[in-house]
């Protein structure tokens, strides 16, 4: 049992100890479900550009509100989906840029 748990950890990767910053244009961005998100902030610690932040607490009035990416500085090496899906609760799914741009309406450099 213990192992299994140990090789869940091993697939998601290491947490992050030294911020990086976008260099170019990500090919994916990572989205949160904010529905399905359960604002426990596994996720947080696995970005390696920190753009991963809590929903400011007034938006839904709830006491633990989901987490939200700030999308620009997003690289989208998906290491915070692994976190999610393997470790918490399967809320962030990976978008081709051009796709998220042509939903969302915003645009990414
Ligand atoms: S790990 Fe998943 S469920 Fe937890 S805060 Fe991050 S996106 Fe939400
Ligand atoms: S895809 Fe990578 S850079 Fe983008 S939010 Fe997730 S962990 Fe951060």
């Known amino acids: 049992m213990a192992a299994k748990v140990i090789d869940r950890y091993k697939n998601v990767g290491n947490v992050v100890e030294e911020f990086t910053k976008k260099k170019r ?13 359960t604002g426990c902030r596994i996720c947080i610690p696995f970005c390696p550009v920190d753009c991963i932040e809590v929903v400011p607490v007034e ?38 840029t051009t796709v998220f741009e042509e ?7």
Not at 25 to 32: D, I, K, L, S
Not at 69 to 90: H, K, M, Q, V
Not at 103 to 109: L, M, T
């Open 25 to 37: 244009r990500p090919r994916q961005m990572a989205v949160v479900d904010e529905d399905n998100c």
């Open 59 to 96: 938006k839904y009035g709830i006491p633990i509100p989901p987490v939200q990416i700030r999308f620009n500085e997003c690289i989208g090496c998906s290491l915070c989906e692994r976190a999610c899906t393997d470790l918490a609760w399967d809320a962030i799914r990976m978008i081709d």
């Open 103 to 109: 939903v969302y309406g915003i645009p990414i450099d």
